[in-house]
């Protein structure tokens, strides 16, 4: 710890003791540029991003840029979440079900390499892989600025506010990036404090596929528009056979105070200026996923007409209410030291040898800032990067990817008081049950729908990347059991008539799908595979495919079991839906019983739970996915109180795979680790989470691309350490790291429609508030006496076996628990 961090330390703490404030909820001044931080919710640097990577995230659902804060010439990188690849296209192989008996046969007679060909001959469609998300476009201001002192970069969680700062020749600069939800802009505000200072160029430049041979006719036209404006237009690339469909247009419009500014071609040129302020905004001409109709020229001319008049202060003032509105729903504080006034990247390298409990708090807000920038109702959901991207070939596509990934993304959604910011998740579900009723009927013969693990813009269903990973049946299961919590958090019956029959279809086709286990009383799916891991021995083996001429390995089985742990979750849900709403009531009772016959959880010779229904080897068993695991979390199958005899065999999996892995595997081994009620071994996974698999911006890598994913899943993991509510009843604290020993906890939510504020000291709850928003019975589990109260005054509570209490609530009203 430098000399200066402690001493700006200590007067903070002296002053928060003389106004009755505890350090964790006080502010500092950066040393540099003076500019005001809180730990909690500002991410800091005294230093540009060399990398991307390392830029400053802002977004408004649709529009997202990446601050590099430079001084010399700066870099704003822009997207919008519709510009993709291609068009509207289909994957879906016409009676492509004639061959899955075959399929299924090879399976069960442990021919596995024979199962896998004829299911890449007959199954996936063309093309094999999907589209791209792609890059917009790229702000370059060129300042000419070869040295500067006082450099800070910070971007505030609690306004959305990304700010740049620094002296150059006596003058002090400052740039403030705002992404406006309201206005449907990025504004840019140049400013300094000494008048006529600020001179610059701008150019709007275009960003093109030079890397991949798939690519072809995509093009961009970079325009200067009357005195003020850049314009930028475009046309998405083909793809692999399919048609680039999207156009755009993009433009900058600037508007400074004072000086002049003249238009040379594609360059704006800015002299002697008081303060500039610029304005992105963007549109393709995308409807949804059949219609590609729109008028992309005539959404830009609207959005810059409805900004006209608007002043930059008005549309910040606007933008951060709204974002705020969201935000500070919900607040956590935990304890604060020295090094949680160190930049952030400092602060991620110190926590490895001393606490910063803080910087968990930091990480937590980051994730739910990620989904308010990136999520918002109306939007697109957030892909693997979110809304950000600057490839026009990204890792993985930068799409959607639902053997872990998407779902990932939505982990803290519901807890997090941002249960509106589902609704992209959600519309996408619907959409996806459109090509995946035609995959279900034409590849499998079934009813209802099916999605597979990989999807894009355009909702594509069918199995994709190959066999080794397309026989992953349960995508569209698994993304139905969010549309199940978002009922058990929200309550609201409304809801769940409207989204009845999407679950009722993903049931639908496996009740169709099913088939018996030879030997066994058991019904499985098949074909099936375990993500991303594949079996050794028993005819798993790396082979050559003489038609295609590559080696592959292949993970195809009946009955994996992550397959029927989430088949366990989705049926009991739609039972519970069933009787609910009552409908179905006959229908429901047969879905049970199908349900009484998947294989049960097993143990293999190992002491492991068994990732497949047959008790292979591993090909990685430091692999980075634990999908047998599903059932403990984010499922619901496994647990310490209903299933202890399998607990055992659940930590012997996790210290096999070890603490390691990519940024969404330590994500999900957080909140493993936090069911099982260890928070120390969790708070360990996340310090080397920050070490090894995580940039200084907080973005999670996956080994080294960027994916947003792990930061979502830390923000999940965090909050399981916490509270949980998966039990029936509430659980305060239940994984505790013992450095977390203070801390406060408002606004998180929990199933059964409550909103809860707790604080602790010493480890030890001492005030706890809820909010019934759905008047529904509240259950705490607790080891002390407690009484309640209602406006004061106590009311009638029932203790109920392993410690847990109940009592009635009003809707609208806030109990107060104190222990006795």
Request: aromatic residues 12%.
């Amino acid at each position: 710890m430098h000399l200066k961090s402690k001493l700006l330390f200590s007067i903070v703490f002296v002053g928060a003791q003389l106004f009755g404030q505890s350090p964790g909820n006080s502010t500092t001044n950066l040393p540099a540029s003076g500019q005001k931080i809180d730990p909690a919710n500002t991410l800091w640097f005294d230093e540009p991003a060399a990398i991307w990577e390392e830029a400053l995230p802002v977004g408004n659902g649709r529009l997202g840029a990446m601050v590099y804060g430079k001084y010399g010439e700066e870099k704003i990188q822009f997207n919008e979440e519709t510009y993709w690849t291609g068009g509207p296209y289909s994957t879906v192989v016409k009676g492509g079900y004639k061959e899955l008996p075959k399929i299924q046969k090879y399976i069960f007679e442990g021919k596995p390499i024979e199962a896998h060909k004829l299911f890449g001959r007959a199954l996936m469609g063309y093309p094999v892989e999907q589209q791209k998300y792609q890059s917009m476009a790229n702000l370059h201001l060129f300042f000419g600025q070869d040295s500067v002192t006082n450099y800070s970069r910070s971007l505030d969680l609690k306004t959305g506010i990304a700010t740049v700062k620094y002296k150059a020749n006596g003058i002090n600069y400052t740039r403030e990036i705002i992404a406006s939800a309201v206005d449907q802009t990025i504004a840019v505000r140049i400013s300094a404090d000494k008048a006529g200072s600020i001179s610059l160029d701008a150019e709007l430049r275009g960003v093109r596929n030079n890397s991949h041979s798939n690519y072809a006719t995509d093009y961009f036209r970079m325009d200067g528009l009357g005195n003020n404006q850049l314009k930028l237009t475009g046309k998405s690339a083909d793809y692999l056979g399919v048609d680039g469909q999207l156009k755009y247009e993009a433009r900058i419009k600037a508007l400074p105070e004072g000086g002049s500014m003249t238009l040379k071609g594609s360059r704006l040129k800015i002299e002697n200026a008081n303060a500039v302020t610029l304005y992105f905004v963007a549109a393709t001409n995308f409807i949804n996923y059949k219609d590609v109709s729109a008028d992309e020229h005539a959404r830009v001319e609207k959005m810059m007409a409805d900004l006209e008049g608007s002043s930059f202060t008005n549309i910040k003032q606007s933008a951060v209410e709204d974002h705020k509105e969201y935000y500070d729903r919900v607040s956590l504080t935990l304890p604060t030291t020295d090094n949680s006034y160190l930049t952030t990247d400092e602060r991620m390298s110190k926590i490895q040898t001393d606490p910063d409990p803080q910087l968990a708090t930091l990480c937590y807000n980051f994730g739910r800032y990620l989904l308010i920038a990136s999520s918002r109702p109306g939007t697109q959901p957030a892909n693997l990067q979110g809304i950000w991207n600057n490839d026009m070939n990204p890792a993985w596509d930068s799409k959607y990817t639902t053997n872990i990934n998407t779902e990932m993304n939505y982990w803290p959604v519901e807890t997090a008081n941002l249960s509106e910011f589902s609704e992209p998740l959600i519309t996408m579900v619907k959409e996806l049950t459109d090509q995946g009723a035609e995959v279900a009927k034409e590849h499998y013969g079934a009813g209802g729908w099916v999605f597979h693990q990989n999807t894009d813009l355009w909702r594509v269903a069918a199995p994709m990347d190959g066999p080794t990973w397309g026989t992953y049946t349960v995508g569209g299961a698994w993304l139905t059991t969010h549309l199940w919590e978002h009922y058990l958090f929200t309550q609201d019956k409304e809801y769940l008539k409207e989204v009845y029959p999407i679950i009722k279809g993903s049931v639908d086709f496996f009740m169709d799908f099913l088939v018996e286990y030879p030997g066994k009383d058991w019904l499985v799916t098949n074909p099936s595979n375990s993500p991303e891991n594949p079996p050794k021995g028993k005819g798993y083996e790396y082979f050559y495919d003489e038609v295609t001429g590559m080696y592959y390995f292949t993970t195809i089985v009946a009955g994996a079991t992550m397959d029927m742990q989430i088949l366990k979750d989705l049926f009991a849900y739609y039972g519970e839906a069933s009787k609910i709403l009552e409908k179905d009531s006959e229908y429901a009772k047969a879905v049970l019983a199908a349900r009484d016959r998947f294989p049960p959880s097993q143990v293999g010779r190992d002491g492991m739970l068994q990732e497949w229904t047959e008790d292979y080897e591993q090909m990685e068993d430091k692999h980075r996915h634990f999908s047998h695991l599903y059932g403990l979390y984010p499922g619901n199958v496994i647990s310490p109180v209903r299933t202890p005899d399998f607990i055992e065999p659940v930590k012997k999996v996790l210290e096999q795979r070890g603490d390691g892995g990519t940024g969404f595997s330590r994500g999900w081994k957080m909140s493993l680790w936090a069911r099982l009620n260890d928070g120390d071994r969790a708070n360990s996974i996340f310090k080397g989470y920050l070490k090894e698999q995580c940039y200084a911006s907080l973005f999670a890598k996956c080994g080294k691309p960027l994916q947003v994913d792990g930061s979502f899943g830390v923000t999940a993991g965090i909050t399981e350490m916490l509270i949980q509510s998966h039990e029936g009843y509430i659980e305060l604290l239940p994984a505790l790291p013992t450095e977390w020993s203070d801390g406060e906890f408002k606004g998180v939510c929990a199933r059964g429609g409550f909103e809860l504020d707790f604080s602790w000291k010493n480890k030890e709850l001492t005030s706890t508030k809820v909010l019934s928003k759905a008047g529904e019975r509240f259950r705490l589990k607790t080891n002390n006496k407690v009484k309640v109260f209602l406006d004061g005054k106590p009311i009638s509570v029932k203790k109920r076996p392993n410690k847990i209490i109940e009592f009635s609530t009003v809707k609208g009203k806030t109990y107060t628990i104190k222990e006795i």
